[in-house]
């Protein structure tokens, strides 16, 4: 999170009250006292944010993986998950994942069970390996949508998607880091996977802290692996060109 904890758990878009948290974790807190658990940071807010939207009836949960998929806290036993979403597959945490990106899909993709799996542009070896891992169907969104152009438009980014029927559609979002229409692309096409009729509004509404916010000409990027911030480079030299900048940054030791 940016500025406050609960910005970690969310719904409709907005974070959950701090009261809603904190009643949460005293209940988690209580639990593992009483079992004698121990959890990590990770895995006592992920328990926490499933007893928020247990309690609070969500009709769907969006459940990020903190690292990987295989291990992670967010690997549960559900009692009905309709979809697995990779968004990309790129060096990182490479200490526990593996090195190779094979080895990185691998870990990923053995958190999915018999749902249908939306996997982001991916090398054609990759896909293959997915296909043969995969328990359920597997729909890639560079297979499904071209990426037909990028454009920012004042403070929005504009991305236009065909499917080679018909008109393109366009989408327009206030995160205007390029690796956004990637993004997008997916989660277009995760959504038609399982038939979930959406406006595109959400996607105009859709805002992240950290996501190449602007904070009074001040930007802030999480880009945190060499992916990531080619998409940053890219998204600075198109809006701002040959203008100096400078840079802070901060990493965590082993990055």
């Known amino acids: 999170h940016i500025s406050s904890v609960n910005e970690r758990v969310m719904i409709d878009s907005r974070p959950v009250s701090m009261k809603k948290l904190f009643k949460a974790a005293s209940f988690i807190r209580r639990i593992a006292a009483q079992k004698k658990i121990s959890l990590t940071y990770f895995e006592f807010m992920t328990a926490a944010a499933m007893r928020v939207f247990s309690a ?130 997916t989660a277009v096409t995760a959504l038609d996977a399982i038939g979930i009729d959406y406006d595109k509004k959400v996607f105009e509404k859709a805002v992240l802290k950290g996501r190449f916010s602007d904070h009074k000409g001040i930007i802030l990027s999480a880009a945190h692996n060499p992916a990531a911030f080619a998409g940053l480079a890219k998204t600075l030299n198109s809006i701002y060109g040959k203008k100096r900048k400078e840079m802070i940054f901060a990493v965590l030791k082993g990055k």
């Open 56 to 185: 609070e009836k969500v009709d769907y949960a969006v459940v990020e993986a903190g690292l990987g998929g295989r291990y992670d806290a967010t690997n549960l036993e559900y009692k009905k998950k309709i979809l697995t979403v990779i968004t990309s597959i790129a060096q990182d945490h490479t200490e526990l994942l593996g090195k190779s990106t094979e080895k990185i899909l691998g870990e990923k993709a053995a958190a999915a069970g018999k749902e249908t799996i939306a996997a982001g542009a991916m090398p054609k070896p990759l896909k293959k390996k997915l296909k043969i891992m995969a328990k359920g169907s597997v729909v890639f969104a560079d297979d499904k949508y071209r990426i037909k152009s990028v454009e920012w438009r004042g403070k929005k980014l504009s991305v236009s998607l065909d499917s080679g029927c018909g008109k393109a559609r366009v989408f327009e979002t206030r995160m205007r880091e390029f690796t956004q229409s990637e993004n997008i692309r």
